[in-house]
């Protein structure tokens, strides 16, 4: 069989959780162009036989859902591929063997229904396991508030987890609660369906009110926990940012983001590829005054900035996505945590003084 298979999810070992995969969104993509020579098969075998570590029936779930395509067509699990199909599949997350703990750990809940969950993220909570983090992350305590499901029964990493935000980022994230749902939003993510909007605080003030930030993302080969924008083609991957700017302060600015991605750190380092990381974001060197006088007064402002904001001043503001049973499209907002409104009404504050 001449195929060629695509993954855009792949493990890597690295010592900082954060960094853990490739892409921030849980999903795999694979693709074939079927041999000239293949023989009229249903396409739930062919894809158990070719994609490691899957069973017939998630690939069943995965067709139900709508993720697998041929030649650009949702088609069902009893289709026979043909010779020359191009097949494209999208499945939530690739089986990794590790054992989720329950731990009852209170989440930030905004919504939930039958099939999903949608949380307000608290900073400093890591979304699912990983090096040095394999307790007290969000998913061990889905997996103890959803125990009886059987979704969250498997003992398989991530169940209900489609996408993520770092761990010192607030906001919001959805989580499936059936293998139904996790396939649907998958394929949301895949597709850039997803309309998801963050509020960060950047240093310095950029020349227009409005713009795209546009730059292929890979891991930076002179600091493993950092991505940076590398040259296209290279090792990184697509990746698009859009901004408005809310509020200009003179040494920082609140900007509002919009992803049409989602790759790892997608706008910590789009940010920094500016010449405006994001405020206090200590990975990548906004943790230290980019913007301003020496002043001593200054400086000490600023420092009292950072201890009330001891991390990237970055919230998952907005979410929207179409529901997975009724199609409905849903929209929720989260309100900016206390340590992100202290800051920028200090700012605000001292703007009114110099």
């Known amino acids: ?12 070992d690295t010592s900082d959780a954060d960094l853990q995969y490739e892409n921030a969104d849980f999903y795999e993509h694979h693709h074939w162009v079927v041999d000239r020579g293949q023989t009229p098969i249903r396409i739930d075998r062919f894809l158990t036989e070719r994609i490691s570590g899957v069973s017939r029936s998630k690939v069943q779930a995965a067709a139900d859902a709508g993720c697998i395509l041929v030649n650009a067509n949702k088609v069902k699990s009893n289709y026979k591929v043909k010779p020359l199909d191009d097949i494209s599949v999208v499945l939530p997350h690739p089986k990794i063997e590790l054992t ?8 930030d809940i905004a919504y939930e229904d039958d099939d999903l969950m949608v949380i307000n993220k608290k900073a400093g909570m890591v979304v699912h396991p990983g090096c040095g983090n394999y307790a007290g992350t969000m998913l061990n305590a889905l997996t103890y508030y959803l125990m009886d499901l059987p979704l969250f029964q498997s003992g398989e990493m991530r169940p209900g987890i489609v996408h993520r935000i770092d761990k010192d980022t607030s906001g919001l994230i959805v989580a499936a609660k059936t293998e139904h749902a996790q396939n649907h939003l998958a394929r949301q993510f895949f597709e850039h369906t997803i309309e998801r909007k963050y509020i960060a605080l950047i240093w310095g003030s950029p020349d227009s009110d409005s713009g795209v930030i546009t730059g292929h993302i890979g891991r930076n080969p002179k600091d493993r926990q950092q991505m940076c924008v590398v040259e296209d083609g290279s090792h990184g991957k697509h990746a698009v940012t859009h901004y408005r700017v809310v509020e200009r302060f003179g040494y920082v600015t609140l900007v509002e983001c919009r992803l049409e991605t989602g790759r790892t750190h997608q706008i910590r380092a789009h940010f ?35 201890q009330i904001l001891p991390r990237q001043a970055l919230h998952a503001r907005s979410l929207g996505f179409e529901h997975p049973s009724t199609g409905e499209r849903l929209y929720f907002e989260s309100e900016m945590p206390h340590d992100i409104q202290e800051v920028i009404q200090k700012w605000r504050e001292y703007g009114r003084q110099t």
């Open 100 to 107: 989720i703990i329950p731990q009852n750990i209170p989440l």
């Open 1 to 12: 069989m001449d195929h060629d298979e695509l993954t855009d999810l792949q493990r890597k």
């Open 272 to 306: 920094k590829h500016i010449g405006h990381p994001l405020f206090n974001d200590g990975r990548y060197g906004g943790d230290q005054i980019l913007r301003g006088t020496t002043f001593a007064r200054y400086r000490q402002f600023v420092d009292n900035c950072f």
